[in-house]
Every structure is written in structure tokens, then in C-alpha cells.
């Protein structure tokens, strides 16, 4: 079955365009124009990845993968944007965005991204449950499902915080080096993929305030521990 993406551009010529060359590799997309648009189609139908332009009419990019986030965690959300300033991209992650994409880019790269993500949710909802339980301290994470629960309550998280958090408790109480983290969850350990990693580090770090014996323990330069 030809995986479904939601595509939401507002230039009409750059979607169809998008929307033509993903059809070809066998995707089924929906276009829509606008922000609205693409809140009221993410809730009629089942997506497996969705693809936002940041500046849009009605609705944002960063407040429709909001509302997206509120219902859905784990749907991989892919921003297009104009913009290649570091804040507008760490927002996008802070809204819920997993990875962004710069105008102009070339369709190769678009479809590799798209790839990547729907080659780990394949992997994720395919792969045996066994040891995919991890205690830290009060918390129990089911890496399977990115689901970190708690005496206090549940929290879904995105594929891209589950991943960074998987493979940090994979190597407790060891240092993991930050290329390794990112060239593992990103693919890449440029700066501006440095930087958004720190985002979700610090989102990891709310998530698990509650019990203040599980700590992310940053080593300047280096990398990260998970300490329990």
C-alpha cells in the first residue's frame, strides 16, 4: 500500500510540482493550500508523514504541527521553509517538527528525507518488542510505542525524542559522544543539526523533571550521559 503524505503549500505551482514528483515515486499525497485546510484533513484521514510550509495563510506551519502534536506524536512532521535563520528552525522543532528542508532544494533531497523518516517508522513498527522496556528511575519508557510513563502520567513522545532517548538509554551511565547522537537520529553532525539536537536534549529534560535522580548530564563539547 502506497504510503499517505499531507502535503500543506500555499504556492500552488511549488505543490503541484511536490505533489507531482512524490506520485511518481509511488506516494499518494494530498495537497492542500493553507493551514486551516490542512487541520481539517489531517483529522479525516490517516497520514504516515506530513510535509509543512512554514509561512502560510489562515494557519502557520508551526501552530498546524501544534495542533498535529496534540492528537498525533508519533507522525513524522517535515517543515519547508524560506527562512535558513537558526531560531526559525529551532521553533520548528520546538513546535514538533522533526527536520526541515530549505528553499530552493532539489526533489532528490526532498525524497530522501522522506525516506529516512518512513524507513524508521517502518523499522520501529516492525521490530520485536522484547527489550524495548527501559526503567529510569520512577519513568518507564516503552521505546516501541514512545510512550514515557509516570506515577504522575503519560507522556507521548515524537519518533525523533524517543530515538535520541533510545539510544541514550541503550548507553547508560556512558558518555555518547554528540556524533554519535546525531549522525544515529539525524544522519548528519553539522552545526544547525548540533544546535537542534540541544532542543530536544532540554525537552527530554522537562519531560523527566519529575524525579530528579534521572539526569541528562551534558559534557561541554563532548557529548551526553544518562545518569540514574
Known amino acids: 500500500m502506497s504510503k499517505r503524505i499531507l502535503l500543506v503549500e500555499d504556492d500552488a505551482n511549488l505543490g503541484f510540482v511536490i505533489k507531482d514528483n512524490l506520485a511518481m515515486k509511488g506516494y499518494d499525497v494530498t495537497l492542500c493550500a493553507d493551514g486551516e485546510e490542512g487541520q481539517q484533513t489531517f483529522h479525516q484521514h490517516p497520514f504516515d508523514l506530513c510535509i509543512f510550509d512554514v509561512m502560510m495563510p489562515k494557519k502557520d506551519g508551526f501552530s498546524l504541527a501544534q495542533t498535529v502534536r496534540s492528537k498525533n506524536q508519533n507522525v513524522p512532521i517535515l ?103 546525531l549522525k544515529a537520529v539525524w544522519g548528519d553532525d553539522d552545526y544547525f543539526m548540533g544546535r537542534s539536537m540541544d532542543v530536544f536534549i532540554s525537552k527530554l529534560r522537562k519531560y523527566l523533571k519529575e524525579d530528579p535522580s534521572v539526569q541528562i548530564v551534558n559534557y561541554h563539547g563532548v557529548g551526553f550521559r544518562l545518569e540514574l
Request: hydrophobic fraction near 40%.
Open 79 to 181: 517543515f519547508v521553509t524560506a527562512k535558513s535563520m537558526l531560531e526559525d528552525k529551532l521553533a520548528g522543532f520546538t513546535a514538533g517538527g522533526d527536520d526541515y528542508i530549505v528553499k530552493p532544494f532539489s526533489m532528490e533531497e526532498l525524497c530522501v528525507r522522506i525516506e529516512v523518516f518512513l524507513r524508521r517508522s517502518n523499522n520501529t513498527n516492525t521490530h520485536s518488542l522484547i527489550d524495548k522496556t527501559f526503567q529510569l528511575g520512577q519513568f518507564s519508557f516503552d521505546s516501541h510505542n514512545f510512550i514515557l510513563s509516570h506515577a504522575s502520567g503519560s507522556k507521548a513522545l515524537t519518533q525523533k525524542e524517543a530515538e535520541v532517548l533510545k539510544l541514550l538509554c541503550e548507553n547508560t551511565d556512558r558518555v555518547l559522544k554528540r556524533e554519535v547522537i
